[in-house]
């Protein structure tokens, strides 16, 4: 018979998202997680077959964690919005900050359904009106790797000390102000030269 678990799976999950947040996803173990709760490690067991499962279950915590850093945003300005929960997970959760960034887990297959998500939500930036999904694809593609860069500098404490949030921001908003301009320029530009073609104008 299998040994009864005095601790329910979000206990357990938890305890493995605390040892991840402070020392990183690949610090997880069975017994930390077992040393953490001061438990034995069949509890553990009871809920997870090996230690992947839990790892599993930690990361999806950690998107669930961003997701809502992101939803107590909604300001209607999508960029700022991801701009702004990103600094702040990078800032608050720097240890798993750098592991989601800087190493490949089997368990991130998300990431394209999230990027479909943030899709939407620019759709609904009347400023964006008019842009294909192919172009708005493009211009959230172009910021992630402006604020993935600037999340890193947060979380490994390299940017200088008077370089505060509301700066951080500004930067944030003004690269966006700048990279949809520079798409709206484009696709202006494409559409009279499709006109023009059209007509045989010049």
């Not at 300001?75 to 919005?81: C, E, Q, R």
């Not at 490994?156 to 966006?176: C, R, V, W």
Request: aromatic content about 6%; some cysteine; overall charge negative.
């Amino acid at each position: 018979m299998a040994p009864k678990s005095k601790f329910k799976k979000e206990q357990i999950i938890d305890a493995a998202f605390e040892i991840a947040r402070t020392e990183g996803i690949d610090s997880i173990t069975i017994r930390k997680v077992a040393d953490k709760l001061g438990s034995s490690i069949a509890p553990i067991y009871v809920n997870f077959k090996e230690v992947d499962e839990l790892i599993e279950e930690v990361i999806k915590k950690t998107y669930a964690v961003s997701r809502q850093l992101l939803n107590e945003q909604n300001t209607g300005n999508p960029f700022h919005d991801i701009g702004v929960a990103s600094l702040r997970f990078a800032k608050e959760y720097s240890v798993l900050f750098r592991d989601l960034v800087m190493k490949n887990y089997d368990h991130m297959n998300n990431q394209e359904q999230d990027m479909g998500l943030l899709v939407e939500m620019m759709k609904q930036d009347h400023l964006l009106k008019g842009l294909t999904e192919d172009e708005l694809m493009t211009i959230l593609l172009k910021m992630k790797i402006f604020q993935t860069g600037l999340c890193i500098l947060v979380a490994n404490g390299l940017l200088p000390k008077e370089f505060d949030e509301e700066k951080m921001i500004h930067i944030l908003n003004s690269t966006a102000k700048d990279i949809v301009t520079a798409a709206q320029l484009r696709a202006g530009n494409t559409e009279r030269t499709n006109m023009v073609e059209k007509t045989g104008g010049s």
